[in-house]
């Protein structure tokens, strides 16, 4: 049997909250596959969590249905379009199922409005999935945006220390992917090597100083132990505790937030892409 990992959909994998309300919706509905978007970190995170051998159980609750906003074929479409846009390098999704709740006791269509077992944060999706996929729900773990998400989870007997709300701390499904590698890798040395875009840009004291507090602040939000940080000229090495698993999702995220705050301060990139995506 293998490990899942449990993951909410709507401010875990696609962007909801941030889009703008058009009339008639209200706060959290979303059912439109046009609108489908992507949160930063939510591939890498599939991803790496893929290749780790965990399969990937999205569980949403879809009240939206009982409400009267959305009929089931819109949430088929919208999820249809999430799995979509969720493919490893050779195009082959990486979500193994997907199971959702359209009922809601305050609803107001008929055969919905009714509360229901499956409804987080009740554990009925989490069991559904364990008996439709024979999952080991001892080694499965669950990342989500709300407390219900994680309520679900500790309901249906997997362990709190597996149950990862995403936060300021872990604000994205990379980081809580990066996590959950730290967590299960063997205690073994890796490394890895990141070379800047332009030649000495690492010898500026304030570039070399972010890259460090940000390799530091990232390994303590993920619990991976970092054993040595070298900085110089154009080239960050450093060394880790944890799998090659671990090493490239540290890479990968490390890339992503200092880029990010090179490009704020200077216009422009401090790594150049990877000449194949992690």
């Excluded at 499956?118 to 554990?123: C, E, F, S």
């Amino acid at each position: 049997m293998r490990p899942a990992v449990f993951l909410d959909r709507d401010d875990t994998l696609i962007v909801n909250r941030e889009l703008t309300l058009r009339p008639g919706e209200r706060a959290g509905d979303m059912a439109d596959p046009d609108r489908v978007q992507l949160l930063e970190g939510a591939l890498d995170g599939c991803r790496w969590l893929k290749r780790a051998g965990f399969r990937l159980v999205i569980f949403s609750n879809q009240g939206i249905v009982a409400r009267g906003g959305a009929t089931l074929v819109d949430v088929d479409a919208t999820n249809d379009r999430v799995c979509d846009l969720l493919r490893d390098e050779q195009g082959e999704p990486l979500i193994d199922a997907v199971y959702y709740c359209p009922f809601h006791p305050d609803g107001s269509v008929s055969g919905f409005s009714r509360e229901h077992h499956w409804r987080k944060p009740a554990p009925g999706m989490i069991h559904q999935a364990v008996e439709d996929l024979g999952l080991d729900l001892a080694r499965s773990w669950v990342v989500g945006d709300a407390p219900r998400d994680l309520d679900a989870g500790r309901h249906a007997g997997i362990d709190e220390s597996r149950l990862i709300l995403l936060d300021e701390q872990t604000p994205n499904l990379a980081s809580a992917a990066l996590r959950i590698l730290s967590a299960i890798a063997p205690r073994e040395r890796a490394s890895l090597s990141l070379l800047a875009e332009r030649p000495g840009a690492l010898d500026d004291q304030r570039i070399a100083a972010t890259v460090r507090s940000s390799a530091e602040a990232l390994a303590e939000r993920t619990g991976i132990r970092l054993l040595s940080v070298s900085i110089e000229d154009d080239r960050a090495e450093i060394e880790l505790e944890g799998s090659e698993f671990v090493a490239v999702g540290f890479a990968a995220e490390l890339r992503r937030l200092t880029n990010a705050w090179h490009r704020r301060q200077f216009d422009s990139s401090l790594w150049p892409a990877p000449a194949v995506e992690p």
